[in-house]
Each structure stands twice: as structure tokens, then as C-alpha cells.
């Protein structure tokens, strides 16, 4: 389906919340949107139902989710599954196309697969300063098509990264990604609608250290280490 065709049923159709889903730390739903020629699953994350941190302001994950699938297009990767932000039942929030994938798979059971893909999620959960990379928040569809979910704590303006996605440390990263990584930066120095966007989802502080991110890639063209510290999430998966 016409990428923009299905941001606007994200955006206009009608909700129905079937039920809330588990072991999430924020009020996590899931939904079914219809109309007038479509219907889909997708998952509601409603602003007024996050859980307050100490490290994020209050009311900004649901913002953050929508700036990485932003991210992820300007890239071309297709990483993040469609994802807008909309008023909902419960007020306004994310809401993001539902993946159908096999709950017993995640990144541990993929990793000696797809390396083209991850080496793509490696530097993307880098640029975007990701501080929750699970194993189950990698999924693969049924064409063998990768996504990640999952991002509301990104952007911070200071290094956060924990993922469990560390194989490729101190390699260097593939020609292809350096190009797509330059184009964006190219994206982000002018006032583009990326550019635009991000501004108004982000605070200023987290968009220039987002930019900075991106040219030490460029710069060092290798995989960043994990470095000291805790650097995994927990739980892993």
C-alpha cells in the first residue's frame, strides 16, 4: 500500500481499543482502526498514560516515537513501522501500524541472519541515542522484512545508548549506510520539513546532539564500542 495512504488511515480512522497489552511500562494498546476501505491492528500509546521518568520530561515519549519513524524515513530503511501522532480515546498519543510477527522470535534467535538489516538498526538506535534496544524489540514480518519498536526513550541529549545489538563494535560500517547517514545530515542543515519537524518534537539541545551523532558516524565510519558502563538494557529481551 501508498506510504501516504496509510499514514492517512493511521491518522483518520476510527479506534476501537480491544485491550491493553502486557509487560509494557506504559499504558500500551492494542487497537483495530477503521474505514471507509481499510481496517488494521495497530498500537495506541496514549501521552497521558506514561510512566514518569527522572531523565526524559513528562509527556515526550509518544513525541520521540514519532521522531525515530521521521528518522527512519529520511534514511530510506523502513525501520520503524508507519507511526503518527493523533488524538485517541484516551487522549492524545502514538499510534503505529501493528506488525504481525512470531512472539517467539527476536534479535538473539535472528542475529546470524539479516546482517544487513541489523548493521542498519546498530547505527540507527546510535544516531538516535536509543537507551532501550531490546531483543524483543526486533520484529520480522512475514516477507522478512525487519522492524524495531519501541522508541520513546531516544534523542537525549546525552549518550544513552543501551542495546543488546553490540556484534558489529570496531567494524567498519557498510558504504551504503555512510551514504544514507550523509544525506541526512545534508537533511538536517537547512530548514527542511525534517528538519522543521524534528525542532518541534525535540528540544534544541537534543536536536544538536542528534546532529552530532551523526557526524561522528561519518566521521569515525566504524561501529561505535559499548565503552564503560552498563550498556545493555535489562531485561534483555
Not at 1 to 16: D, H, P, S, V
Not at 124 to 144: E, M
Not at 152 to 170: E, N, S
Amino acid at each position: 500500500m501508498e506510504k501516504e495512504r496509510l499514514l492517512r488511515f493511521l491518522e483518520k480512522a476510527a479506534i476501537e481499543v480491544r485491550g491493553l497489552l502486557p509487560w509494557s511500562s506504559n499504558y500500551t494498546f492494542l487497537v483495530h482502526l477503521k474505514d471507509e476501505a481499510l481496517e488494521s491492528l495497530a498500537v495506541y500509546k496514549p501521552r497521558a498514560g506514561e510512566t514518569p521518568l527522572w531523565d526524559f520530561p513528562q509527556g515526550t515519549l509518544c513525541l520521540r516515537e514519532y521522531a525515530a519513524f521521521l528518522v527512519s524515513e529520511a534514511l530510506g530503511w523502513s525501520l520503524v513501522p508507519p507511526t503518527v501522532l493523533r488524538d485517541g480515546p484516551h487522549g492524545f498519543g502514538m499510534v503505529q501500524l501493528y506488525v504481525e510477527a512470531d512472539p517467539e522470535e527476536h534479535y538473539f534467535t535472528m542475529r546470524g541472519r539479516f546482517v544487513s538489516q541489523f548493521q542498519r538498526v546498530a547505527a540507527f538506535d546510535y544516531v538516535i541515542n536509543n537507551a532501550d534496544r531490546k531483543s524483543g524489540h526486533v520484529l520480522r514480518d512475514r516477507q522478512d522484512h525487519i522492524w524495531v519498536i519501541d522508541h520513546g526513550v531516544t534523542f537525549h541529549a546525552q549518550y544513552k545508548l543501551r542495546t543488546v545489538i553490540w556484534d558489529f563494535a570496531g567494524q567498519p560500517i557498510p558504504e551504503p549506510i555512510l551514504e544514507d547517514l550523509s544525506r541526512l545530515e545534508e537533511a538536517l542543515a537547512a530548514p527542511t520539513p525534517l528538519a522543521e519537524a524534528l525542532s518541534s518534537l525535540l528540544a534544541g539541545p537534543e536536536v544538536r546532539a542528534f546532529r552530532h551523532r551523526i557526524r561522528h558516524l561519518l566521521q569515525q565510519r566504524t561501529f561505535p564500542h559499548p565503552g564503560p558502563g552498563r550498556r545493555v538494557p535489562w531485561p534483555l529481551v
